[in-house]
């Protein structure tokens, strides 16, 4: 007798899978004492980051995530508080892993951090089930970032140029235009699936950004996870992995992705609480260690891949300016360049407020051509001297004619601010960006090269007739 082949449902390589998340039997825990950050149960065995349901009496059941254990006692944070629970309260063990529901349904549309529409627009209908912590992809299986990934921000595709798949640090303080410069990118990338992750955001400004910052033809192209500051530390956690997970399941159907996250370093703050409540030592400045152990967890999932590429955009808040608090340094070893805003530059009403000289972009030579490094390289210079130079140009202690480097810095100065200004709503096209770039950097050639002119010999006076 002729057997059919098995359906696709049965998939092994799913079946697999399936099976190993699986709980074995219906596992049922009790509620002990609850905390200000973590609920205890006993009688609960189940893995740090399992998946479980508290049901409160005469309420709905909560989700809880496993975020430790003490003792005999199984530490749950909750996704949404503690209010209602009291001992005696069952726990069930649903799922040994977290996981979100995925689909290309996404696209246009506003969830939280549990996948779930906020958007006053329908329920989702998507089937496909993607792990929320997934590994990332291995060293070895990353191709190598070759394609310029353009922005339409001048100042970032002339001088920082970025590279699909890159990983891109923004680091600012607060009211520099760091929404509105994301927006920018958002809206000027070439990018063809946009996933922003707002991470402990204002309420308040979660509407103003998606009105206000992003066009209609971005937002129809655009997945949104909102994680408000009040909301309890686990979904701020976990709309950081939902955001990546959604970036994930995109750049794996062959879609080039740009990944938006703001903040990378509320995500940290979250953590934060979630460590401490576990009975973790604190550490530098408070931190416990598993935040440091986190934040490379979550910004290696971003990059290349066999099909895609993941390009992350995090924004890192500078508590006092100060570039070197510990979320700060730690993101700058782990990311692939980092964009400074200045509030100085901000305060002169230049925006962006991209401090060019302070930034980076590690994969920018790689990517360009020899004449736009040339002429980057040019500009450059000539910010620098300009800068090396400014206390005393602003005094007037500086003699004109003294130097002609810094004389064609200081004549420069103002097409110099106006390539690096940029109104909001007007992006950049790539072509007449580098154009521009090439024609700043022609003058500043010619000034360095008669700058570096030796000085010619003094000729003798005409001998007496």
């Excluded at 726990?91 to 529901?101: M, Q």
């Excluded at 805003?341 to 994969?363: E, F, N, T, V």
């Excluded at 909001?424 to 002119?453: C, D, E, F, I, M």
């Amino acid at each position: 007798m002729h057997l059919s082949p098995l359906p696709e449902l049965l998939d092994p390589t799913r079946l697999l899978g399936t099976l190993q998340n699986a709980v074995p039997s219906r596992i049922e825990g009790t509620v002990w004492s609850v905390g200000r950050n973590a609920i205890q149960a006993v009688a609960l065995p189940a893995p740090v980051g399992a998946v479980c349901e508290i049901q409160r009496r005469g309420n709905v059941a909560i989700p809880a995530e496993v975020i430790g254990f003490e003792g005999a006692t199984t530490l749950l944070a909750s996704l949404d508080g503690s209010d209602g629970i009291a001992p005696g309260d069952k726990v069930t063990l649903c799922d040994a892993t977290a996981t979100i529901r995925v689909g290309p349904e996404l696209l246009g549309r506003v969830i939280d951090a549990a996948g779930l529409p906020i958007d006053d627009r329908g329920p989702l209908r998507t089937v496909a089930k993607t792990p929320l912590d997934a590994a990332p992809i291995t060293a070895m299986q990353r191709p190598t970032i070759d394609d310029v990934l353009t922005t339409g921000v001048r100042s970032i595709d002339a001088l920082l140029t970025l590279g699909r798949g890159q990983r891109i640090g923004i680091f600012a303080g607060s009211g520099v235009g760091k929404s509105t410069l994301l927006g920018m990118m958002a809206r000027g990338t070439d990018a063809e699936v946009v996933v922003i992750g707002l991470v402990g955001e204002r309420g308040r400004e979660v509407q103003e950004y998606l009105q206000r910052e992003l066009d209609e033809a971005t937002r129809r192209k655009c997945v949104t996870v909102v994680a408000t500051s009040d909301q309890p530390a686990l979904r701020r956690v976990r709309s950081a992995m939902t955001t990546t997970a959604i970036a994930e399941y995109f750049r794996d159907q062959g879609k080039h992705v740009l990944l938006m996250m703001d903040s990378v370093t509320r995500f940290a703050m979250a953590q934060r609480e979630i460590g401490l409540a576990a009975g973790e030592a604190p550490t530098t400045r408070g931190y416990p260690p598993s935040v440091f152990s986190m934040l490379p967890r979550l910004v290696e999932r971003s990059g290349t891949g066999p099909q895609g590429s993941i390009t992350g955009i995090y924004t890192v808040l500078v508590e006092g300016d100060d570039s070197n608090e510990p979320i700060s340094d730690t993101l700058r070893g782990l990311l692939d360049g980092h964009f400074v805003l200045s509030r100085d530059i901000a305060h002169r009403g230049r925006y962006p407020a991209i401090d060019i000289l302070s930034s980076l972009s590690r994969l920018q030579n790689h990517l360009v051509n020899s004449e736009h490094r040339q002429a980057a390289a040019t500009v450059r210079n000539l910010l620098s001297t300009y800068r090396d130079n400014e206390d005393l140009i602003s005094i007037g202690a500086y003699p004109r004619g003294s130097n002609l480097l810094i004389d064609r810095a200081i004549s420069m100065q103002p097409q110099l601010d106006q390539f690096l200004s940029q109104d909001a709503r007007q992006l950049a096209v790539w072509q007449s960006t580098v154009a521009s770039l090439k024609q700043l950097a022609a003058q500043g050639h010619t000034a360095q090269a008669v700058a570096s002119k030796p000085p010619t010999a003094a000729q003798p006076p005409p001998a007496a007739p």
